[in-house]
Nanobody, 119 residues
Framework: QVHLLESGGGLVQAGGSLRLSCAAS????????MGWFRQAPGKEREFVAT????????NYLDSVKGRFFISRDNAKNTVYLQMNSLKPEDTAVYYC????????????WGQGTQVTVSS
């Protein structure tokens, strides 16, 4: 498994930006697909974005396309989620996850970081 630690969450006004980071250790990070997921109160966890281990294949939830961007730095064992033009409906706990391929399953999860977007 991969140990994951998220950071960068916080409170931001609608229209603002945040960048989440996820530092990884353990199983070879460079061979792991990485993903960001989120869970809002009273809702199920949903996929937000995924990236292949090479960084060449990315996928996004339709509602975040053009606003969120996932990237990774394999030299730093870190994956990022740049979130722009944030909306109140983006409010959720954001989780980083690692898996063997972008389609899953994702078998390692971070503890989550809260993102709150005020209107």
């Amino acid at each position: 498994q991969v140990h994951l630690l998220e950071s960068g969450g916080g409170l931001v006004q609608a229209g603002g930006s945040l960048r989440l980071s996820c530092a990884a250790s353990g199983r070879t990070f460079t061979r792991s697909a990485m993903g960001w997921f989120r869970q809002a109160p009273g809702k199920e966890r949903e996929f937000v974005a995924t990236i292949s281990w090479t960084g060449g294949n990315t996928n996004y939830l339709d509602s975040v396309k053009g606003r969120f961007f996932i990237s990774r730095d394999n030299a730093k064992n870190t994956v990022y989620l740049q979130m722009n033009s944030l909306k109140p409906e983006d409010t959720a706990v954001y989780y980083c996850a690692a898996g063997l391929n972008v389609a899953g399953p994702y078998d390692s999860w971070g503890q989550g970081t809260q993102v709150t977007v005020s209107s």
